[in-house]
């Protein structure tokens, strides 16, 4: 089993920045991938960036390229989401994933509220 655990996440005002953090617990991830994905009142969850654990190879949603940047420490098992020039359509839920031998595992979400 994985556990996955957010933080980090809160108020802040349009232009500013946040960081969002996410633990991994339990299994090994090293052929995983981990990443953050968001939900916005009515819409669908959507992608934000993953990284390939073992790689560190990056893919980002065009909506956030420039803006966020998503990075891990293995030692931690911990994956960081550090986002700036934050928008008010940055509002959402979001939401750690990893993917892991083909099963999706969810932390259970951080809201990240950007006042204009």
């Known amino acids: 089993q994985v556990q996955l655990v957010e933080s980090g996440g809160g108020l802040a005002q349009a232009g500013g920045s946040l960081r969002l953090s996410c633990a991994a617990s339990g299994r090994t991830i090293g052929s995983g991938v981990m990443g953050w994905f968001r939900q916005a009142p009515g819409k669908e969850r959507e992608f934000v960036a993953t990284v390939v654990w073992s790689g560190g190879y990056t893919q980002y949603a065009d909506s956030v390229k420039g803006r966020f940047t998503i990075s891990r420490d293995n030692a931690k098992k911990t994956v960081y989401l550090q986002m700036n020039s934050l928008k008010s359509e940055d509002t959402a839920v979001y939401y750690c994933?990893?993917?892991?031998?083909?099963?999706?595992?969810w932390g259970q979400g951080t809201q990240v509220t950007v006042s204009s």
């Open positions: 994933n990893l993917r892991l031998r083909g099963v999706d595992y």
